[in-house]
């Protein structure tokens, strides 16, 4: 029997029976919403912005993020709730008053970030003399520029969209800079049209330097919008500007295909794309002082609820500050600069199969560099004993590097097969872009399985050695993508294991084949056992723990919302097991509840990096197994995805992990956070020489520093 119910607004499936309060087996223990959690990471992430340890431009960074999050919060989470009917919500399913809910929460982080904004980030920039001008603000020269600018850059491109009935309300794209002006006198045909729409071309600079000459000492810059604001007259002739205001709405932006029903994915992806920027409307931002008028007619356009209004006190678009990182020359205003070392495990000029062949290697990344598994890929595409590279393609970005690898295999005359997953929310052009340049050099791509997402992140090289052949295979917890490796903390694991490369190719051959998959002897492979096996994991444990041999689990994740996996969780604690958890993001399981909960501990660790890595490590009486994997705990990566997790079995391997991967993040008195029964995180205390994880691991992989403290076991 499960011990878990989702709360009334969670849109998840239960997975087996619930106990009811009062049954054999104690109470039902009532999940935390996922929405909720989400917007409860994001506050661990605007704290970044708001500690004042950190460099002022990282703390404007850290407020973009957090913007760009909610971003796609809204674009993948609200649309469910508003497709409900407007008459509230069904028990355990999405809805308005489940959206209701939401948005006072989504209100008031919204609200803390423009405060931070204007009472905090911008009084510090102006402090140092870097300021973003308002029209009142500027000098007669700025303003000269700011008028000349408009009537050169701007003005052409701009359309404004006087609405009558031959006029509709225009098509607005997502997350696009938008004003709504309310007008006053007669049109050249003497009518009353009072409303126009003005649309702002994405290809517009949105923060534009002022030129020195004229201005106060220090730097001053412009928002677009601003420059925009300041000349909007100019667009109405001979009428009156009432009011104005800018205006962004933000849509539903989940790419949804049939596979069923296509005969060519790819082709039926890049006719969706077309349409992305133009789906169901889901959140609408308008300025603070826009008047109730324009403020219902914009709702009543886009046919949403007054809580998916919101009226913000700055410019509409705090992701677009991201601009003055790179526009503001000031090194000290930085973080200081991460160079990642080479990997020492592996050797800098060739000869990395003949390494593996002694040994498995791991990169710890971002703390290692990345360019050890490019080194791995390019020594493959040139070594003429090499006859096949398999690799599949999720969030690869444009790395022109890794495309020319490839492209150098094909042309060496080995068997190149690539699976891309086109489906890689927001990655779907990106990816659809990789497909068609790999077979246009010629090697062999496919898409997956129908109806799965490809989520493993695998990598397989055949050679030819002493009359027969040899598998050498990479598998991470992250994506192959250069950019994303130097700011998520991931692990690569190279290895020639000849199970674990034979379990690999056999992936690779279901992916390409769709053939049953063979017994595996490492993989876990979902969809198939990786849930039913960490279970099993789970459940040793605690029976251990119950016959007095002890039990641990140390699992570490992005995202724990997979119901079968928290109530496996569950009856281990309540057996004895002690549990911890390192949960980056969203976490549905309450702990510390009362004869349920008591013996889990959650926490989560926010740092300069973003944490992406999958540990998980099960210890029943002697026995003792470590798995890394590309796989969340949710119940999408269980059963809805192809993913995999496999066994560390190297001794200093797997003791390097538990040390920087778990000990490490159970030990951060400074960057991690608890969470308690009822949804709530508190910062972990922080000692006085505290050390966060992710420091602790920089000062390990820098030159000649001190190395990582702890060691201790779990």
């Known amino acids: 029997m499960s ?32 929405d909720h959690s989400i917007l409860a990471f994001n506050e661990r992430v605007l704290d970044w912005a708001v500690r004042e340890d950190v460099p002022l431009l990282e703390r404007l960074r850290y407020l973009c ?24 919500s069904a028990p355990g399913l999405c809805g308005v008053s489940a959206f209701e809910a939401l948005a006072l929460k989504a209100q008031a982080l919204v609200a803390r970030q423009y405060a931070l904004y204007n009472d905090s980030l911008m009084p510090a920039f102006a402090a140092l003399g870097i300021r973003i001008a308002a029209h009142s603000e500027r000098t007669p020269a700025q303003r000269r520029w700011v008028r000349e600018h408009f009537a050169r850059e701007v003005r052409p491109l701009l359309i404004p969209v006087g609405l009558d009935p031959a006029h509709p309300f225009p098509q607005v794209a997502n997350k696009s800079l938008n004003f709504i002006v309310r007008l006053r006198g007669g049109d050249a045909f003497g009518r009353e049209n009072q409303i126009a729409i003005v649309k702002v071309p994405r290809a517009l600079q949105r923060i534009l330097r002022l030129p ?28 009156q500007v009432v009011e104005v205001s800018q205006f962004r709405v933000t849509r539903h932006s989940d790419l949804a295909v049939d596979e069923e029903d296509v005969r060519n994915l790819r082709t039926a992806l890049r006719q969706g794309l077309q349409h992305r920027h133009y789906g169901r409307a889901v959140r609408l931002e308008v300025s603070a002082g826009c008047s109730d008028f324009l403020a219902d007619f914009l709702r009543s356009q886009f046919e949403l609820p007054a809580a998916a209004l919101y009226r913000v006190p700055g410019p509409v678009n705090l992701v677009r500050l991201g601009q003055l990182v790179d526009l503001i020359n000031q090194p000290a205003l930085l973080f200081p600069a991460w160079r990642p070392a080479w990997p020492a495990q592996l050797p800098r000029a060739g000869g990395i199969l003949a390494r593996l062949r002694r040994r498995d290697v791991l990169i710890h990344q971002p703390f290692e560099s990345f360019d050890g598994v490019l080194a791995f890929l390019r020594e493959a595409a040139h070594d003429p004993q090499v006859l096949a590279i398999k690799q599949t393609i999720y969030r690869t970005g444009a790395d022109a590097e890794q495309m020319e690898l490839l492209r150098e295999a094909v042309r060496r005359g080995k068997e190149v097969m690539a699976v891309v997953e086109l489906k890689a929310r927001f990655d779907e052009e990106a990816n659809i872009n990789w497909a068609e340049a790999l077979e246009s050099i010629g090697a062999q791509v496919v898409y997956g399985v129908v109806g799965l997402k490809t989520h493993a992140k695998m990598l397989l090289v055949t050679r030819r050695e002493g009359g027969g052949l040899r598998r050498y295979g990479h598998l991470s917890t992250g994506n192959y993508n250069p950019r994303t490796a130097r700011l998520y903390t991931d692990l690569s694991h190279l290895t020639a294991d000849l199970h674990l490369t034979a379990d690999m190719d056999a992936v690779f051959d279901h992916l390409a084949n769709q053939n049953r998959v063979p017994k595996l002897k490492r993989l876990l492979l979902a969809p198939f056992d990786l849930q039913r096996r960490m279970i099993e994991k789970i459940d040793a444990a605690g029976l251990a723990a119950e016959r007095g041999e002890g039990g641990r689990i140390v699992a570490r994740m992005n995202a724990l919302t997979d119901e079968a996996l928290m109530a496996a969780l569950v009856r281990a604690a309540r057996r004895g097991a002690s549990v911890d958890l390192i949960v980056r993001g ?12 008591e013996r889990i501990r959650v926490r989560s660790v926010i740092g300069r990096f973003l944490e992406h890595t999958r540990v998980f490590y099960f210890r029943s009486g002697d026995q003792e197994d470590l798995y890394l994997s590309s796989a969340d705990w949710m119940n999408r990566n269980m059963l809805r995805r192809v993913e995999v997790a496999w066994p560390v079995t190297d001794a200093r391997l797997r003791q390097r992990i538990i040390d920087e991967c778990l000990v490490a993040y159970l030990h951060d008195d400074r960057d991690a956070w608890t969470l308690a029964g009822d949804g709530g995180y508190t910062r972990a205390p922080r000692a006085l020489d505290g050390c966060g994880a992710q420091a602790a691991l920089m000062a390990r992989y820098a030159p000649r520093t001190p190395a990582l403290k702890g060691g201790a076991g779990l």
């Open 212 to 239: 020195a000459k004229g201005a106060a000492p220090g730097t001053t810059f412009v928002s677009l919008s601003s420059v925009i604001r300041a000349h909007l007259a100019e667009l109405f002739a001979a009428r």
């Open 65 to 88: 993020i957090v913007s760009s999050n909610l971003d796609e919060f809204f674009e993948v989470r609200a649309a469910a709730h508003l497709g409900m009917a407007p008459n509230g």
């Open 586 to 597: 969203a976490c549905m399981l309450p702990a510390q509840v009362a004869g349920m909960t």
């Open 3 to 34: 011990l878990l119910q989702p709360s009334p607004s969670v849109e998840h499936t239960v997975q087996g029976e619930v106990v009811p309060p009062g049954a054999s087996g104690g109470s039902a223990l009532v999940l935390l919403d996922r």
